[in-house]
């Protein structure tokens, strides 16, 4: 069966530094990969996916994830985090038809003035 | 133009008692999710249905038993509510083509069972 890991529990940075978040999955085939973003008190928003081709994947709010097979990693990643960012970030694994999407267990972002 | 609306968004209840969460999508998906955050913002699926026949069902207590009456709705009714069923509930729902697949979330569910 599929996981995810996200090994960073929580991540401060500061307003206008670089930022990346760490995402390794555990499956058998080509996985579909996504990371998804939470506000604090909303639901769940997508900020990119990856199924197949280019590696690395443009999202939303300037974000990018990068599909890296040899390492099982779908990290992703911002040149320049805004005080908006901070929010729990959530990469998910998932399979065509049989199967659904499993949820990594979140990286909490805080961004210092 | 809400793609994935639950009812309610705020459940206060005791414990003992039943309840149920809704779900409606109008994205004309065929597939539907119940998904359960813990306070350590940890989700963990708890239920999919594709064309109203479950598909998954983990390791939940048999107190949690899904509805779907049809593709656009999925019902969550749980009885003799415990204090460790609070938790924020969210539902979600995909279409499973060849080439796409992306869940779209509700805003969730927050029950608190006192």
């Known amino acids: 069966a599929q996981s995810v890991t996200q090994p960073d529990i929580h991540i401060t940075v500061s307003e206008g530094a670089s930022l990346e978040l760490r995402c390794n999955y555990s499956?058998?085939?080509?996985?579909?990969l996504f990371w998804y973003v939470q506000s604090p008190g909303q639901g769940l928003q997508l900020l990119l996916k990856?199924?197949?081709?280019?590696?690395l994947v443009q999202g939303i709010k300037g974000f990018e994830a990068e599909f890296k097979r040899s390492q099982s990693s779908f990290n992703l990643r911002k040149p320049s985090v805004h005080w908006s960012d901070a929010a729990e970030y959530f990469c998910?694994?998932?399979?065509?038809?049989?199967?659904?999407?499993?949820f990594g267990a979140g990286t909490r972002l805080t961004v210092k003035p | 133009d809400t793609a994935v609306s639950q009812t309610p968004k705020y459940l206060v209840t005791q414990m003992g008692n039943d309840k149920s969460i809704k779900c409606e999508q109008n994205?004309?998906?065929?597939?539907m999710y119940w998904y359960k955050q813990d306070s350590k913002k940890f989700l963990k699926i708890m239920f999919s249905?594709?064309?109203?026949?479950?598909?998954i069902n983990e390791t939940v207590p048999n107190r949690f038993s899904p509805k779907s009456p049809d593709k656009a709705h999925l019902n969550l009714h749980i009885n003799s509510l415990e204090l460790g069923d609070s938790a924020v509930y969210f539902c979600?729902?995909?279409?499973?083509?060849?080439?796409?697949?992306?869940?779209?979330f509700g805003q969730g569910t927050r029950l608190t069972v006192v």
């Open positions: 499956y058998g085939a080509t996985p579909y």
């Open positions: 979600a729902s995909s279409l499973w083509t060849d080439t796409n697949t992306e869940a779209f």
């Open positions: 249905y594709n064309n109203k026949e479950l598909i």
């Open positions: 994205l004309g998906h065929d597939t």
């Open positions: 998910a694994v998932g399979a065509r038809f049989e199967d659904d999407m499993r």
């Open positions: 990856y199924f197949s081709g280019d590696t």
